[in-house]
């Protein structure tokens, strides 16, 4: 079993920024993936950028620039740099933990951008 925690949502206005986090502990494989997913009312979940515990970092194009994710493997914690964001950014964004044979859901933080 892998234990996700996620902090760092908020409301923010358009141009702002926030930082995600996303801590896992538990049964954690050295070979692994975390990332970031989100998904907006009414639309399916999507991928926002994943990273691999050998630093393979991958964004969506739609966050390409404004978005940065970084990891840090001695504390097995993910984060999510959001700048620049848009209303269209708004969505609960889950963290996901991904090893050859498990995946693991975050219980998503709720990321609002609105004036």
């Known amino acids: 079993q892998v234990q996700l925690v996620e902090s760092g949502g908020g409301l923010v206005q358009p141009g702002g920024s926030l930082r995600l986090s996303c801590a896992a502990s538990?049964?954690?494989?050295?070979?692994?993936?975390m990332g970031w997913y989100r998904q907006a009312p009414g639309k399916q979940r999507e991928v926002v950028a994943d990273?691999?515990?050998?630093?393979?970092?991958s964004y969506a194009d739609s966050v390409k620039g404004r978005f940065t994710i970084s990891r840090d493997n001695a504390r097995n914690t993910v984060y999510l740099q959001m700048n620049r964001l848009k209303p269209e950014d708004t969505a609960v964004y889950f963290c996901?933990?991904?090893?050859?044979?498990?995946?693991?859901w975050g219980q998503g933080t709720q990321v609002t951008v609105s004036s």
């Open positions: 996901r933990y991904f090893s050859v044979r498990d995946v693991y």
């Open positions: 538990g049964s954690i494989r050295s070979i692994n993936a």
């Open positions: 990273a691999s515990s050998g630093g393979i970092l």
